[in-house]
Nanobody, 124 residues
Framework: QVQLVESGGGLVQPGGSLRLSCAAS????????MGWYRQAPGKQRELVAT???????NYADSVKGRFTISRDNAKNTVYLQMNSLKPEDTAVYYC??????????????????WGQGTQVTVSS
């Protein structure tokens, strides 16, 4: 009933930039925290950045100063601006959203949803 669709991944050279987008749709009353996670081959999925509905952000140390997370609440969309990309940033990036459902009976609940992932490859 809730779908998250990522876009913006691709191949970029070291030092380059990419902007990821994730749009949430479906039975949504509101979205609390949204975030980006990534998983490289042979590694665990790790948190990249999160942002609350009020705009408070949190970043992994490895991306601080290079990545910027933002959101458009009117569009239920979260973005990840990635600058100064490194080969180590190569991974599948997943969008996450903590969704409050539109049905009143269930409004006290918050459910996590995940996007399908978008590949980011940093290579020369």
């Amino acid at each position: 009933q809730v779908q998250l669709v990522e876009s913006g991944g691709g191949l970029v050279q070291p030092g380059g930039s990419l902007r990821l987008s994730c749009a949430a749709s479906g039975s949504i009353f509101s979205i609390n925290s949204m975030g980006w996670y990534r998983q490289a081959p042979g590694k665990q999925r790790e948190l990249v950045a999160t942002i609350t509905s009020g705009g408070s952000t949190n970043y992994a140390d490895s991306v601080k100063g290079r990545f910027t997370i933002s959101r458009d609440n009117a569009k239920n969309t979260v973005y990840l601006q990635m600058n100064s990309l490194k080969p180590e940033d190569t991974a599948v990036y997943y969008c996450n959203a903590a969704v409050v459902p539109s049905v009143i009976l269930f409004r006290a609940y918050e459910s996590d949803y995940w996007g399908q992932g978008t590949q980011v490859t940093v290579s020369s």
